[in-house]
C-alpha cells in the first residue's frame, strides 16, 4: 500500500460538492438580483485577456498594477493567465465625493511600493463607472516615467463615462446598474461570489449621472 503523498491524495482540494463542481459561497439574500455576467463566462474571457496580454507582451513582460480593493480578485485571476514573468505591485485609492458619486479628486491610501522608471505598466482595474477614477490614476501614474501604461478594465459601464477612456483590454461592457461580486462589494460583502450581479438592496446606490 501505497502512503497518501505518493498516491496524490494528501492535499486534494475537497471544497467540491458530489458533483465535482464547487458551490457558490452562500449568499442567499434576496438583495442579489440577475447575474450580469457568469462564472463561466469570467473564467473564459479572464483566459482571452491573458492570452491577448501574454501575446502583446511578449518581449517585455508588464508591471502589474492592481488598485485596491476591487481588483483583486480580477488581478489574481488575470495574472495567472498572463504565461509570462509578470511582476506585481498595488495601491488604494479612496475618492472624494458623495457615498455615490466620484467626485474625480482621488486620494491615495497606499502608494506603489515600486518605482515606475522604464516599467512596462499594466493598471488592472475592477470597473469603470464615471472614469473619473481611472483618469486620475492615468495622470499620476504617467508622471512617474514608466515606458508605458496601459489599462485593464474588468468591466465598463455603458455610457456613463465623463471623459475619454483609453482602454487597451477591456473585459466586459455592462448596463449602469450598480453590481457585485467577484472582488466588488457593497459595505465589503460578496466580494467572494463567483459570479457577477446586480444589487437590488435599497441601499443600492445612484448610478453616477
Ligand atoms: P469611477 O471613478 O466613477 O469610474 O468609479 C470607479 C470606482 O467606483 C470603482 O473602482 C469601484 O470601486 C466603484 N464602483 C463603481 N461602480 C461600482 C459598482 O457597480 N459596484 C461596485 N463598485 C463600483
Known amino acids: 500500500m501505497h502512503p497518501d503523498h505518493l498516491t496524490g491524495r494528501v492535499g486534494q482540494v475537497t471544497n467540491q460538492d458530489t458533483d465535482g463542481h464547487r458551490p457558490e459561497p452562500l449568499h442567499t439574500d434576496s438583495k442579489l438580483g440577475r447575474v450580469v455576467v457568469s462564472e463561466e463566462a469570467l473564467v473564459t474571457r479572464v483566459e482571452e485577456l491573458g492570452r491577448q496580454i501574454t501575446a502583446d507582451y511578449l518581449d517585455r513582460p508588464p508591471l502589474l498594477v492592481g488598485v485596491l480593493k476591487g481588483a483583486f480578485v480580477f488581478m489574481s485571476d488575470l495574472a495567472r493567465a498572463i ?56 495622470r499620476n501614474l504617467l508622471a512617474r516615467g514608466p515606458a508605458s501604461l496601459e489599462v485593464c478594465a474588468l468591466l465598463v459601464k455603458e455610457g456613463l463615462q465623463r471623459t475619454k477612456l483609453d482602454l487597451r483590454y477591456v473585459g466586459f461592457n455592462i448596463p449602469p446598474d450598480f453590481v457585485v461580486g467577484y472582488g466588488l462589494d457593497i459595505g465589503e460583502r460578496y466580494r467572494n461570489l463567483r459570479r457577477v450581479c446586480v444589487y437590488v438592496g435599497e441601499d443600492q446606490p445612484r448610478p453616477a449621472s
Open 83 to 138: 504565461r509570462l514573468p509578470v511582476e506585481f505591485d498595488f495601491m488604494a485609492v479612496a475618492s472624494y465625493g458623495s457615498a455615490t458619486k466620484t467626485s474625480g479628486v482621488v486620494r491615495i491610501v497606499k502608494d506603489l511600493d515600486l518605482d515606475l522608471s522604464d516599467r512596462h505598466v499594466l493598471v488592472v482595474e475592477d470597473i469603470v463607472d464615471s472614469g473619473l477614477t481611472l483618469s486620475y490614476l492615468r
